[in-house]
């Protein structure tokens, strides 16, 4: 199983971006994906997730300006990113299961069993 992240960079604050999560190897159309990111100097922490392509939870810190989905026939999840501030710079990772995890636990990165390697997002004031 391989978890591929991609769509980082570099934009003004204001800006947009979408990331994208593309899965190989199995299909977690029933499982859950989320993301999470890791700024410098800070621990990781949870930004959103979806399970079976319509339940969808977001940091308090997101919600509003990020939205996740996902396309089950490309087995691909986005995070389009609207109104990047500052204190959105990190790192930031994708990551899946197969489980259709509970609201409590799907903010919980040790529930997640497959990671991609991070995607650098950087927002310039």
């Known amino acids: 199983v391989q978890l591929q992240a991609s769509g980082g960079g570099l934009v003004q604050a204001g800006g947009s971006l979408r990331l994208s999560c593309a899965a190989s190897g199995r299909t977690f159309s029933t499982g859950t994906i989320g993301w999470f990111r890791r700024a410098p100097g800070k621990e990781r922490e949870f930004v959103a997730n979806?399970?079976?392509?319509?339940?969808?939870g977001y940091a308090d810190s997101v919600r509003g300006r990020f939205t996740i989905s996902r396309d089950n026939a490309k087995n691909t999840v986005y995070l389009q990113m609207n109104s990047l501030k500052p204190e959105d710079t990190a790192d930031y990772y994708c990551?899946?299961?197969?489980?259709?995890?509970?609201?409590?636990?799907?903010?919980?990165?040790?529930?997640?069993?497959?990671w991609g390697q991070g995607t650098q997002v950087t927002v310039t004031s």
């Open positions: 990551a899946a299961t197969t489980s259709g995890l509970i609201v409590s636990a799907r903010t919980d990165p040790n529930n997640y069993a497959y």
């Open positions: 979806i399970r079976s392509g319509y339940l969808k």
